[in-house]
C-alpha cells in the first residue's frame, strides 16, 4: 500500500526558506516521477513541480521557478522541495504526489507565509 508523508511545513515571514520533505513507503517509487502540488484557500490544487527518475530536468511552475528546487533521494524513497524566498501568495497546503497507474497523495504539509 502507497503511502505518503509530507513534513516540514510552518510559518515563515517573507522572504523566508522551507523544506518540505515526503517520506514514501508501498511502491516502486524510484521508476517513476515525483512531484509537489499545491493548494491554496478557495483555488483548486496546481502542480509545483515534478522530478523525474533520474532527476533529470526538472519542472517548475512559473510562480516558483529560480526561488524552489526539487530533489530526491531513491535509495531512502524521500523526496524534498527546497522552497526560498517565499511569498504570502506561497501560502498552501502543499502535497506529495505519486502516479503509477493512479494518482497517489499525501495528507499535506501547511505552508504560511506572513506579510
Known amino acids: 500500500q502507497v503511502q505518503l508523508v509530507e513534513s516540514g511545513g510552518g510559518l515563515v515571514q517573507t522572504g523566508g526558506s522551507l523544506r518540505l520533505s515526503c517520506a514514501a513507503s508501498?511502491?516502486?517509487?524510484?521508476?517513476?516521477?515525483m512531484g509537489w502540488y499545491r493548494q491554496a484557500p478557495g483555488k483548486e490544487r496546481e502542480i509545483v513541480s515534478l522530478?523525474?527518475?533520474?532527476?533529470?530536468?526538472?519542472y517548475y511552475s512559473d510562480s516558483v521557478k529560480g526561488r524552489f528546487t526539487i530533489s530526491r533521494d531513491n535509495a531512502n524513497n524521500m523526496v524534498y522541495l527546497q522552497m526560498s524566498n517565499l511569498q504570502p501568495e506561497d501560502t498552501a497546503l502543499y502535497y506529495c504526489?505519486?502516479?503509477?497507474?493512479?494518482?497517489?497523495w499525501g495528507q499535506g504539509t501547511q505552508v504560511t507565509v506572513a506579510f
Open positions: 504526489n505519486f502516479y503509477d497507474s493512479k494518482d497517489y
Open positions: 508501498g511502491g516502486s517509487f524510484s521508476d517513476y516521477a
Open positions: 522530478i523525474d527518475w533520474n532527476a533529470d530536468n526538472p
